[in-house]
């Protein structure tokens, strides 16, 4: 099959010592941008051939976000709460509709591209102003610094924000797909370090592999993870050591102690997952619109979580390929998204039909 990427020679090695190993292997990622790099790089059929299937898992940030949280800010939107999000969130459907159709009916929802965007909206304005933070550990800290140095009063966040090793242990105790080894977010792990992946290998003999986000990142961490499973071994291992240490991001860190509490909450797709989400800290309360808006929220309409017909939840838990949707391509396109993973620029769906060549 033909590389569509540079250093020809050493994925081939690569590939040949994995197909070495004469044994087929069944990994996933939680990475957005893992899946963009083997899709636009056709190197599904490369792993396949040398015996590796690498499964997409609940890697993209707006698509684990719930309808009912999506809900709750276009219902703030609706009551005359100016709303800022990031671009991938405007066109996430839910049963009352888009943030697009709550800017169109009139509401104040603005695209930024950074939470400091956002706290300068709120000093030109007298109104209330919410930022929807989204993201896991890699964006969390971000949200946490113009807190700390101080944000104007009308000014609070609605946090999404979301962290790894829950779902990562949710997925393993599901047992909904056989999984023999993860390969980890190398961005996230800049901020958290590898330890936080230890659990995992320590606790069901997970062999784990944390990987940047080249075509050879990805064909070294699958053949790192096929050499663990060979050599009978369940380890944290670390191929992006160029940009990440073993301790992470101190000062992120403690940025993310000082602002967040780990809370349970539902992933799109997912139960109810315990310490899997942050919440702002009691004493970032006069910031916090949950606490800010609680009695708009209140009256925020009840939302089924997906559209009929709609397997974004199944493909973010593993269980099938964007293309084995009946919606994909179809019903469900770009133009006419029937769920997130088919509008974020991390999602599968996404993903899959812009390189797909559908149309």
Partial sequence: MKLRFRDGGMAKEILSKIKAYGREYTFMHVCGTHQDTMVRHGMEPLLADAGV???????????????????????????????????????????????????AAGGDVRIVYSVDDAVSMAKTQDGDLVFVAVGFETTAPSTCVPLAKGVPENFS??????????????????????????????????ITGTGIFEPLAERYSMPQVVAGFEPLDLLMASYMLCRQIDEGRAEVENEYSRVVRPGGNKIALRYMEDTYDHVDRRWRGFPVIRKSALALKDKYSAHDATKVHEDLLANAPEVADEAKGCRCGEVLRGLIRSEECPMFGKACNPSKPMGPCMVSSEGGCNIAYRYSGVR
């Fill in 53 to 103: 299937e690498i499964r997409q898992g609940p890697g993209c940030p707006v698509c684990v976000t719930t309808t009912r949280e999506i809900a709750d800010v276009i219902h703030l939107a609706r009551s005359g709460v100016t709303v800022c999000v990031f671009g991938d969130m405007m066109r996430v459907p839910t049963p009352i509709g888009t943030l697009n159709d709550a800017k």
């Fill in 157 to 190: 966040v609605y946090s999404c924000h979301r962290v790894c090793p829950p779902i990562l242990q949710a997925i393993f105790e599901l047992g909904e797909t056989r999984v023999e080894g993860f390969i980890q977010p190398g961005h996230v792990a800049v």
